[in-house]
């Protein structure tokens, strides 16, 4: 386990965004990234996306709240040996939501390196 406070958490979260190609960053809308310690009903996820992905949505998806992308801090800190491990495990799972709003599915993600 590794843990660091929630600022620099946060910082991790916001270095992993970052990295998104700037084509993916274009194409993001109406969509939020949160931290949470854990998800309640399966305290074992380390993210988790709630929303209509892009490639389910209609030509009149409006008036919506905003998809959501969860990234869970505690779960995270739990699999990690270092920060460098942390980063790096923070990065894959945002990489795995922000696949899942554009409508990759479970098994591409793995083979992409995103699992």
């Known amino acids: 386990m590794y843990r660091v406070s929630d600022e620099r958490f946060d910082e991790l979260v ?3 965004l970052d990295k ?15 931290v949470q310690p854990f998800n309640e009903e399966n305290p074992e996820i380390l993210g988790l996306y709630q ?3 892009l490639t389910e949505r209609t030509f009149d ?3 919506y709240l905003p998809d ?13 040996v270092s920060e ?10 945002v990489f795995h939501e ?5 409508g990759i599915e ?3 993600l793995h083979q992409l390196g995103w699992g």
């Open 84 to 93: 460098d491990d942390l980063a790096h495990e923070v990065e894959v799972t």
């Open 98 to 102: 922000v696949g899942h709003y554009f």
């Open 20 to 34: 998104l190609p700037e084509a993916v960053v274009r194409r993001m809308g109406n969509v939020v990234v949160l």
């Open 61 to 63: 998806h409006t008036g």
């Open 106 to 108: 479970e098994h591409r």
């Open 68 to 80: 959501a992308i969860f990234i869970y801090k505690d779960t995270l800190e739990r699999h990690a």
């Open 51 to 53: 929303g209509v992905p």
């Open 14 to 16: 916001d270095d992993a």
